[in-house]
C-alpha cells in the first residue's frame, strides 16, 4: 500500500501571526527607499567637576583607621627619621611667635618670615607694636594674604596684652583665644611651641593626614584635633604637631602624596599610594 503524500504545511515563520496591516503608501513617497532610522541618542550625562584622586584640605579622601598599635608605630617612624623638629616660622620670644602664627593664617611661613624680618626688628613686643600702630604694621606684612585684617588684630591683641597681662603672653588657652585673631589652632601652636604643652595645632595639612592615612579621621579640625590627643602614644605627643605638619607640607602632600619616599608607607592605611615617582 502506498502512503498518501502529506500535505505541504507552510514554514514556521509563515504561520506567525501577520502583521496589523501598513498604513497605505503616501503617494508623494512612492517608490523611494524609506531613509533609515538614525540611531536614538541618549541624552548627554550631566557630571560635575572631576574629584582630585588624592582628596584635598576639604574633603580629603579616607581611609580605614588605624589601631592603637599601627598609630604609634606611624609617629615613632616619622619621628625616627626627624628626632628635633622645629617649626618653621621665626621668633624670639612668645610674642613674636603669638604674632608671626597669627599672621600665617593662609599664608606659607616662607612669606610671614620675610614679613616679620623687618616687622620684627622695629616692633618686637606688643608696646613698640601698639606704637608702631595698623599703618605701620601694614608697611610690612602687604605682602601676605589679607594684610589688613591681620594688621588690625596684631595691633588689637598687642594692646590686650599690655591691658589685661602687663604685656605678656598668657600660657593660657581661654586667655588667647580671647585675643583678636587668635582661635584655636593659634593658642595650640603658642602653647605647644612657646610653653611646651602637649598641644595639637590641627592645620590644612594634618586634617588631610589624619584623614587620608587613617591615623586620626575627622569631619572637623577638633573631631581630628581630639582624636590625635587619643590615638598619639603620650611620650611623642609634644612634638608630634611638628612631626605630622613637615609630613604634610613636604611628603604626603594634597595634590600628591610623594608615597615612594615615605618613611611610614607600610603603616599608611590610604588606598591610592602613588608607589613610584611620576617622570619629570
Ligand atoms: S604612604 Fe603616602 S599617603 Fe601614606 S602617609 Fe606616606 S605619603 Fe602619605
Redesign the pocket.
Known amino acids: 500500500m502506498t502512503r498518501a503524500p502529506r500535505p505541504t504545511l507552510p514554514r514556521a515563520s509563515a504561520r506567525r501571526r501577520p502583521a496589523a496591516d501598513p498604513a497605505p503608501p503616501d503617494p508623494a513617497l512612492a517608490g523611494e527607499p524609506e531613509p533609515p532610522h538614525p540611531p536614538a541618542k541618549a541624552p548627554p550625562r550631566k557630571r560635575g567637576p572631576a574629584k582630585p584622586l588624592h582628596g584635598s584640605a576639604e574633603a580629603p579622601r579616607r581611609a580605614r583607621i588605624m589601631n592603637l598599635q599601627q598609630a604609634g608605630d606611624f609617629v615613632r617612624a616619622l619621628a625616627a627619621a626627624n628626632p628635633a623638629p622645629e617649626t618653621e616660622l621665626h621668633y624670639t620670644s612668645p610674642y613674636t611667635l603669638l604674632v608671626a602664627v597669627a599672621l600665617s593664617a593662609q599664608a606659607t611661613d616662607v612669606s610671614v618670615n620675610k614679613a616679620t624680618a623687618t616687622l620684627f626688628q622695629e616692633a618686637d613686643n606688643p608696646a613698640a607694636m601698639v606704637a608702631l600702630g595698623e599703618e605701620g604694621v601694614g608697611r610690612h606684612i602687604r605682602s601676605i594674604g589679607l594684610w589688613k585684617g591681620k594688621a588690625k588684630n596684631v595691633i588689637a591683641l598687642s594692646r590686650l596684652l599690655l591691658e589685661r597681662h602687663g604685656g605678656e603672653v598668657p600660657a593660657d588657652r581661654a586667655a588667647l583665644e580671647a585675643l583678636p585673631g587668635v582661635g584655636r589652632k593659634t593658642a595650640n601652636v603658642v602653647l605647644n611651641v612657646a610653653f611646651g604643652e602637649e598641644a595639637m595645632a590641627v592645620d590644612t595639612h594634618i586634617f588631610r ?1 589624619g584623614n ?2 587613617g591615623l586620626a579621621p575627622g569631619n572637623t579640625p577638633r573631631e581630628v584635633e581630639d582624636g590625635l590627643m587619643k590615638r598619639v602614644p603620650p611620650e611623642l605627643l609634644r612634638d608630634a604637631h611638628h612631626w605630622l605638619i613637615l ?1 604634610g607640607r613636604y ?2 602632600k594634597a595634590r600628591m ?3 615612594w619616599h ?1 618613611v ?2 607600610a603603616l ?1 592605611n ?1 588606598r591610592d ?2 608607589r613610584v615617582a611620576p617622570p619629570r
Open positions: 593626614l587620608r592615612t609630613h611628603v604626603c602624596p610623594e608615597c615615605c611610614a608607607i599608611c590610604y599610594k602613588v
